[in-house]
């Protein structure tokens, strides 16, 4: 039997204007701000991404896809999970589940839930019943509190 493989991760960026809002892979229409980073900086999936290259001792996100490199410039999160998940698999492992929550006072997000679920399952090859999502405040306490941005923490589990 394979060894189980836990890893955890915390993402954050800041909101700015003229930036579609992207969480797990799903644009939130009519957000009035996005997420600020040299990819979608969808902040959800860096967190999924960064969980499971942590659980299987793989470095981070900034190692696999340095904001120096003009290629990931614009690029869209969901995809590199993609690829994350096949560097994970060539180093021996598979996702076996993730579970994240999303920190912010605004957007509600409850609305797209199952449409972040449902990308994060299909990009990892996992069911729906394999997939968490949560939505939180950081009840107007710090930046995030603020509304200067929006964080998000994950685990993932591999065997």
Not at 37 to 54: E, F, I, W
Not at 104 to 132: Q, T
């Amino acid at each position: 039997m394979s060894p189980t493989r836990t890893g955890i991760a915390y993402d954050s960026h800041r909101l700015v204007e003229g930036r579609p809002l992207v969480l797990g892979g799903v644009t939130i229409p009519d957000a009035p701000l996005g997420l600020d980073g040299h990819s979608d900086a969808d902040v959800l999936t860096h967190a999924v991404m960064d969980a499971l290259l942590g659980a299987a001792a793989l470095a981070d996100i900034g190692d696999h896809f340095p904001d120096s490199e003009e290629r990931y410039a614009g690029a869209e999160s969901i995809a590199l999970l993609g690829e994350v998940l096949e560097i994970v698999r060539r180093a021996g492992f598979a996702p076996v589940n993730v579970d994240a929550t999303v920190i912010c006072e605004a957007p509600r997000l409850g609305p797209f839930r199952d449409a972040m679920r449902e990308r994060l399952a299909a990009s990892l090859g996992l069911g729906l019943d394999a997939v968490g999502v949560k939505f939180t405040t950081n009840e107007g306490m710090g930046a995030i509190g603020r509304g200067e941005g929006i964080a998000a923490m994950a685990v993932a589990t591999l065997r």
